[in-house]
């Protein structure tokens, strides 16, 4: 079963921007923490940024200023702006939630995201 479905990966030039977004599946309750991951090729999956219900975003260093992350309260779509890319941006970007009470954590199928000229 598919609990998280990302989208709006795909190529770019360096410096432009992508968008992606992540719908969680009407089975998935509880959510208190979405986040974004990614991994590029040969290399540990890295997290960009996290947001909960009660408390600010928080980024890793390499996605601040450039990496916005936005959630949906209604549906609890979670966004990802991304600007200015760079080619070592490129990465497959997994989509995560930690949802009910025991905290367990999902993940998307991921969405290859390509940063060259």
């Known amino acids: 079963q598919v609990h998280l479905a990302e989208s709006g990966g795909g190529l770019v030039q360096p410096g432009g921007s992508l968008r992606l977004s992540c719908v969680p599946s009407e089975s998935l309750t509880d959510i208190y923490a979405m986040a974004w991951y990614r991994q590029a090729s040969g290399k540990t999956r890295e997290r960009i940024a996290i947001?909960?219900?009660?408390?600010?975003?928080h980024y890793a260093d390499f996605a601040k200023g450039r990496f916005t992350i936005s959630r949906e309260s209604v549906k609890n779509t979670v966004y990802l702006q991304m600007n200015n890319l760079k080619p070592e941006d490129t990465a497959v970007y997994y989509c995560?939630?930690?949802?009910?009470?025991?905290?367990?954590?999902?993940w998307g199928q991921g969405t290859q995201v390509t940063v060259s000229s």
């Open positions: 947001v909960t219900t009660d408390a600010e975003p």
């Open positions: 995560n939630a930690l949802a009910g009470l025991a905290g367990e954590s999902y």
